[in-house]
């Protein structure tokens, strides 16, 4: 195998032959030989390979080699097309080598022949009629189903729930419509192929199911592959646990009524109860007030009023599903309603009792237009390597970001891996040379109410000194806005969170080539802007999370009861992955060059900013502004 990896990603190679642009580099054929040798000997592999090592394809090639069945993850549905297509058809044409490859998303990413037709018949749906035709006729069409193909519905539409499934809505077998089902077809096309391109979501669903003996989703492999795989702790924390939604419960009850139209109509008792459950529902989701927020199930029931909502919530529910049982042998579709409603009753029964697990996580995620009660595992290692252990195949988990301060402790604790090889790849890019590190003296800790007006002033040095071709990162949406609003006059073109779609706003960026973006969350990730339209990378505060999230909170009071140090555990590391994902937005070429601006004092003022600065790419570092108008100076009298 190694001489095949050779012959592929040598100097002259395979890829140097098919792939315009493409340079060897010795870590990535290094890497793609390691992988090689993982799946060979069926071990357990975590890899960081740093920013332009090719990891893509240094984990692509050797799984196409190697005849292998393997499910390869990604972090996202956008980065899973990607993968499929475009850099598994430019190996195909490359490697010339016949294989089957498969892409597989969850089962609400594929239009439902049948939910469609039921939508088609809503009355409550005749303003949308014009699109669900438009659907109609591209269900005939298309191949795959995929409602993000060609467009055709946009994600955030009202209808998409409506012509999509559920696991908890699905008829299976029993549907009229299995003979042509899109997501029979996709399982069916990754039951038959050797490459299976899937993400963490879908990885841990299946997960999930197999472990409540549900069945399973994905074919079983010879091999998995884990891209991005920084994100995986946080995904399998999801999905190891109980949760139920407002949308879950509204959704029964409608389809309750859809069905009962058409196979029970003179079980109008079915109407009265699916329309009490939905006004239980509604009164319940009102008394856990109109703050958007993420916080323990018990401060939540300590609300006047929500314990006895929720006792009138189930009581209603209750009622439902005993008509629901009566009705169940009138159709299908009843039926499955029927063990709907029970399944939901059980999972509320979760939050009923207030006798707290010390193992479960129990909180509310209570948002404007629904609600989702959560009961999430405290700790997810041990399902995660139970899981492992009843696959011994090869494992390999890649990302930019796995290590704090050089270690995986972090990541292979999270993840309950025991035993497996590590290795690390840093980036082939020159930092010493392309890039420079700034270190803003600011005399007041980012609590202070003057650190605002101190960030402001050095986006607005920066954006001078960079001509516009900035990102500005922040840790709040607060900070963002109201940085925004004092650039609101600048010289180049803004973009700001919020004010257009995340795909909008990036290639509006890249168009300009001298813009100023400000962004948060998302944007500390998955955003690759190469060349000089990205110049300075500004970060306003080292990325703690948030200190009131409920699962964050759970495991720090965890951890310190048992005597651990929870913010050294979980809190520094954490936030060190972050600040690595949001540097690796700055040099993306060998070609590129920038500035990072890490504007927080504690950095340097305080003991464990030696574990980010560690962490980082060997930069040259000053405090000094000048050095910065300098550095830009110089590149563009170069250029």
């Not at 050797?62 to 972090?75: D, H, N, R």
């Not at 920084?230 to 407002?246: D, Y």
């Not at 995986?408 to 309950?416: K, M, P, V």
């Not at 972050?578 to 070609?591: C, E, P, T, V």
Request: hydrophobic letters at 35%; glycine letters at 6%; a negative charge.
């Amino acid at each position: 195998m190694e001489e095949e990896i050779s012959r592929a990603f040598g100097e002259g190679g395979l890829l140097s032959q098919h792939i315009k642009g493409y340079a060897p580099r010795p870590q990535q054929q290094e890497m793609a030989n390691t992988i090689s040798e993982a799946l060979s000997k069926s071990t357990v592999l975590i890899a960081e390979a740093g920013t332009g090592t090719g990891k893509t394809f240094a984990y692509l090639v050797p799984a196409i080699l190697s005849g292998q069945k393997v499910i390869i993850s990604t972090g996202t549905k956008n980065l899973q097309d990607q993968l499929f297509h475009k850099d598994i058809p430019t190996l195909r044409k490359a490697l010339a080598m016949p294989f089957q490859a498969a892409l597989l998303k969850g089962r609400s990413n594929y239009l439902c022949h049948y939910r469609l037709h039921q939508a088609q018949h809503d009355p409550l749906l005749t303003s949308h009629s014009d699109l669900l035709y438009d659907l109609m006729i591209w269900s005939g069409e298309t191949r795959s189903g995929d409602l993000s193909e060609d467009d055709v519905l946009e994600e955030g539409s009202a209808l998409w729930p409506r012509v999509t499934s559920t696991i908890d809505n699905c008829l299976g077998s029993d549907c009229p419509n299995s003979a042509e089902c899109f997501i029979s077809e996709a399982r069916k096309r990754a039951q038959e192929a050797d490459i299976v391109v899937v993400n963490h979501h879908l990885l841990m669903s299946d997960m999930a199911l197999k472990s409540n003996g549900q069945g399973e989703v994905l074919p079983n492999a010879d091999a998995y592959i884990i891209d991005e795989a920084h994100q995986l702790p946080n995904i399998a924390t999801q999905f190891l646990g109980n949760r139920i939604s407002s949308h879950q419960i509204q959704e029964l009850c409608r389809d309750t009524v859809r069905e009962m139209a058409q196979d029970a109509p003179d079980m109008q008792l079915l109407q009265d109860h699916a329309d009490k459950t939905e006004s239980a529902l509604r009164t319940f989701h009102s008394s856990l007030g109109d703050k958007e927020q993420r916080v323990p199930w018990m401060s939540l029931l300590e609300k006047m009023g929500v314990e006895n909502k929720l006792t009138d919530l189930i009581d209603t529910m209750e009622g439902l599903s005993q008509q629901l049982s009566l009705a169940a042998e009138r159709g299908k579709g009843l039926e499955q309603c029927h063990n709907r409603s029970e399944v939901l009753l059980q999972t509320l029964h979760f939050f009923d009792s207030k006798q707290e697990d010390s193992q479960l996580v129990l909180w509310g995620d209570v948002r404007q237009n629904g609600m989702t009660l959560h009961a999430t595992p405290q700790n997810i290692s041990e399902h995660f390597q139970q899981w492992i252990d009843q696959k011994p195949q090869s494992w390999i988990f890649t990302s930019a970001t796995l290590t704090v301060a050089g270690k995986f402790n972090n990541f292979s604790d999270q993840l309950g891996i025991s035993e497996a090889d590590s290795v690390v790849w840093p980036s082939p890019f020159d930092f010493e040379k392309q890039s420079l590190l700034y270190m803003p003296n600011i005399p007041v800790d980012p609590s202070h109410d003057d650190y605002l007006s101190h960030i402001i002033q050095i986006s607005k040095d920066m954006i001078t000194y960079s001509q516009g071709r900035t990102f500005l990162l922040f840790t709040s949406y607060r900070a963002l806005n109201s940085v925004a609003d004092a650039l609101a006059n600048i010289d180049y073109p803004l973009m700001v969170q919020g004010r257009s779609s995340k795909s909008n706003l990036l290639s509006e960026f890249r168009e300009h080539g001298n813009a100023v973006l400000l962004g948060t969350s998302s944007f500390w990730e998955g955003v690759d802007v190469r060349g000089e339209a990205l110049s300075c990378v500004l970060i306003d505060k080292i990325p703690f999370s948030a200190p009131d999230d409920p699962i964050l909170q759970a495991k720090i009071d965890y951890l310190r009861e048992r005597g651990g140090n929870p913010f050294s555990a979980i809190q520094i590391p954490s936030a060190v992955i972050q600040l690595k994902q949001g540097i690796g937005r700055l040099i993306r070429d060998h070609s590129d060059y920038g500035v990072l601006v890490l504007c927080d004092p504690r950095f340097l003022t305080k003991p464990y900013g030696k574990y980010f600065l560690r962490s980082l790419p060997p930069m040259p570092i000053t405090q000094d502004k000048a050095d910065v108008k300098v550095f830009f100076e110089v590149r563009e009298t170069a250029a």
